[in-house]
């Protein structure tokens, strides 16, 4: 039997953390650009289509990732596309990180004041100019915290994406934890390696927060 | 290229879905129940919202502690920290209390700072108005500042439960014998994992509104009274 030490361990952890970092940020940008996409379609003037992204939004915040990720994994297998876990991981996580941008997107735009829009319209703006110089500029400001803190959960969805056999920090760990028969010692180092990971991003989401918040 | 998809060899297996919806939402059931407890008594331990901190420092940093870990840290590593790791140190576990145990410190320490932005919200004149009665300080917590509290978080606390039983999934993993594990035991047996994920994602979109349609009723109903 191989002896590790736990700087072994810990090594190894960190060369895994690499991936987990990778396929959240994939999975943030993917679903943060699918998510945008959404959002117009959502705001545009057919209401039709804007029903079918809140149904695309009701089923995928109402269905574990788990699934999704096995959906993702299998359903690509099924249509003859190579399912490497990167692209199945990558699939599954910008699907669903785009349904809850969308949502938390929407409902900043939705804080943005109703006369903010009569106000534009009434300048002949059209939709496109109401939403690039009106809109989203003020939106955005808003969108900000609940965006970043959202990153945290990603990260943290990513720890699924081991249950596909994508080589992450949870898959590494659980290997790890098999072959130094010492779960105990892995996994709470695995534990502060995801903590180490995104307590940084919360309490800048949080401090985002207080910033928007503070009363003008 | 064509692609078949044959449903009928997933839904003969009902007897294994139908366990599978039973433990998932028995395991939520339980979850929320304990957790939500759990939730208050932290948010209690940590509120400073009447001018005075309740409880002893060291007590709300440990609870402050907690709360920061669970939230920043994936499910499934407490999962496995609970079932593979305490056992070395001594706890052995089995899969469902493992499981349960997970979901309560999980849905406890979300439910904490939920409550707490409830408690803290409870105007100071409604304190004094309690204290003039004479009330105790346990009195005041659980009959001024809780009831409306619950109602003003509710919805958020409703959205995190259903988050919890979505979480469940990954439950299976430990093979507690929830409605994923259901799935990956008739893809197993029959290959149609496709169809199998499927249909459970279907069941766990109608639990998920159905528990969202329950809670939402049940909650002004008989939680904190009225309308």
Partial sequence: MVDFTLWDIVRNLVLALRWTVGLSLIAFVGGGLVGLFLLMLRLGKRPWVGRLVAAYVQIFQGIPLLVQLFLAYYGLGLFG?????WVAAGAGLTLYASAFLTEIW???VAAVPKGQWEASQSLAMNFGEQLRYIILPQALKIAIPPTVGFLVQVIKGT?????IGFMELTKVGKTIANATFNPFLVFSCVAVMYFLLCYPVSLYAKSLERKVN??? | MRIQLDFGAVLAEWPLLLTGVGWTLALTLAAVL??????LACAWVRGRGFGEALAPRWLSAMVGAYVEVIRNTPFIIQLFFIFFGLPAAGFRLSAESASFIAMVVNLGAYAAEIIRAGLEATPKGQIEAAVSLALTRLQIFIRVVVPPAMKK???GLVSQIIIVMLGSSVCGQISTE??????DLIQSRNFRSFEAFIVIGVIYLVLSMGLRYALNWLGPKFLFGGR
């Fill in chain 2, 153 to 155: 978080v509710w919805p």
């Fill in chain 1, 214 to 216: 503070v009363p003008s």
């Fill in chain 2, 34 to 39: 304990v957790g939500t407890t759990l939730g």
């Fill in chain 1, 81 to 85: 596309i190579n399912t490497s876990p």
């Fill in chain 1, 106 to 108: 929407r409902g900043c």
């Fill in chain 1, 159 to 163: 720890a699924l994406a081991s249950v």
């Fill in chain 2, 178 to 183: 929830e409605l994923s594990y259901a799935a």
